[in-house]
């Protein structure tokens, strides 16, 4: 078929000081595609849909059908939309600027691997690829066929198109070529500290106690210092107000100090954010504690559900507060002198994260709408080895896993 025009196959590798930025070129596909023009379904009509999102019924459903993502996660695009109209700006992503894939019946083929050098990234490459095996199998209906590349690193490369566009799990404010996916976290991190996604969710709703029944104080927990880390830790030091530690690792679970699972951050009302040698992972967790979450702003990196984040207004979601912590103890005092204020926060952000955005259906709903916007804009992949017929590119995922 035409479908199928030769090309060179790249693979890209890309070293950032010293580290090994790992790329994974992963395909997939539908049947239907080959047969017509039918792949994802055209514009649903969610005026039509007399299905509404039910955070009990629906947020571990990763199978949601297009109509039920858009008419749930109306807000969630766009850093997608943004990706797609840089893309517009700066030419179809092309087989050179972005690594290579192929697939069909909805499985993942695995082009090429690089970097997994280091076991936690190894883990963090299987955990994206889990992930979107999970999105892709239980959802029922065509997927575009795409090829594209990942990169699992806490800091995305910075080297702009031919060679750089791929997926990342951040990216600062100029780094617009990256286009961000899901937090490896939403399959599972740290296994024994903080695991997989839905036994914290199950762990926060076990542990859940009324907002004015929480510990009064706020809590934060972390391990590698950064200036803004060690800020935190000088004027926090003997408040009453806090309950701020360094965690100091061991491999040795009985050797170590300061640990905190994360579900139980949630025992507190408030919780602080901060970033680390890039994003922070933790974000996600805390927007799930029914507490209010106090981020230091400008934050340098950003993920993909960062703008649905409100700092004022009725419907604000978290607690903004200057990234050297200066006005933190006021802030504090505030809120606890306005525990109603306080409240109302906590309560917006279980709507906004906890039973709507960072559910797991979201998240699944992601990983596709991600697909279906880079097919739109991107070329067309090649299925079989340049130069010889009917020798498919890769390797299963099932095969590689
Ligand atoms: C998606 O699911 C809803 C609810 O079951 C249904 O009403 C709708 O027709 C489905 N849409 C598509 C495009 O399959
Ligand atoms: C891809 O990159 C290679 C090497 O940089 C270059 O020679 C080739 O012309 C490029 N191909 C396309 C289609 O841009």
């Known amino acids: 078929m035409a479908l199928w025009r030769s090309h060179q196959v790249t693979i890209i590798a890309v070293f950032i000081v010293a580290i090994i930025v790992l790329f994974v070129g992963v395909y997939y596909n539908s049947p239907y595609r080959f047969a017509s023009s039918q792949a994802w379904p055209k514009s649903p009509a969610y005026d039509a849909l007399s299905w509404t999102f039910d955070p009990v019924r629906d947020s571990r459903r990763y199978g949601l059908n297009q109509s039920q993502c858009n008419a749930a996660f109306a807000k969630l695009w766009p850093e997608l939309d943004r990706a797609g109209h840089h893309q517009d700006k700066t030419g179809k992503i092309t087989p050179n600027s972005s690594s290579i894939a192929w697939s069909r019946q909805g499985t993942l083929y695995v082009l090429e691997v690089k970097g997994c050098t280091r076991s936690d990234f190894r883990e963090r490459s299987n955990a994206i690829l889990l992930s979107i095996h999970r999105a892709l199998i239980a959802y029922p209906d065509p997927v575009p066929n795409i090829e594209f590349s990942f990169n699992i690193e806490d800091i995305p490369n910075d080297e702009e198109t031919p060679t750089g566009i791929t997926w990342a799990l951040t990216r600062r404010e100029d780094q617009q070529h990256l286009w961000l996916m899901p937090d490896f976290g939403y399959w599972s991190w740290l296994g024994d500290v903080v695991g997989s996604y839905e036994r914290v969710l199950d762990k926060i709703a076990e542990g859940e106690r009324l907002f004015m029944e929480k510990d009064q104080r706020a809590v934060w927990r972390g391990a590698g210092l950064n200036e803004q880390r060690k800020t ?4 926090s030091k003997g408040r ?28 507190y009302m408030f919780v602080i954010h901060t970033e680390g040698r890039s994003y922070s992972g933790r974000l996600k967790y805390l927007l799930n504690c029914g507490s209010v979450v106090i981020v230091p702003e400008p934050l340098t990196w950003m993920e993909y559900f960062h703008h649905l984040l409100i700092p004022d207004g009725p419907r604000q979601n978290y607690v903004r507060v200057k990234a050297d912590f200066s006005d933190l103890e006021e802030k504090l005092n505030y809120y606890l002198s ?57 390797i299963p995922f099932e095969t590689y896993m």
């Open 232 to 235: 935190l830790l000088e004027i």
């Open 240 to 267: 009453s107000w806090a309950d701020i530690e360094l965690i100091v690792w061991d491999d040795d679970p009985d050797k170590r100090k300061g640990m905190l699972p994360i579900h139980d951050h949630c025992r």
């Open 338 to 394: 306005h525990l109603d204020e306080a409240q109302r926060i906590a309560d917006n952000s279980v709507a906004t994260f906890r039973e709507r955005y960072l559910t797991p259906a979201a998240q699944a709903c992601y990983w596709r709408k991600l697909f279906e916007v880079w097919a739109a804009h991107s070329f067309e992949p090649e299925m079989y080895q340049k130069g010889k017929e009917k020798v498919w590119r890769g």
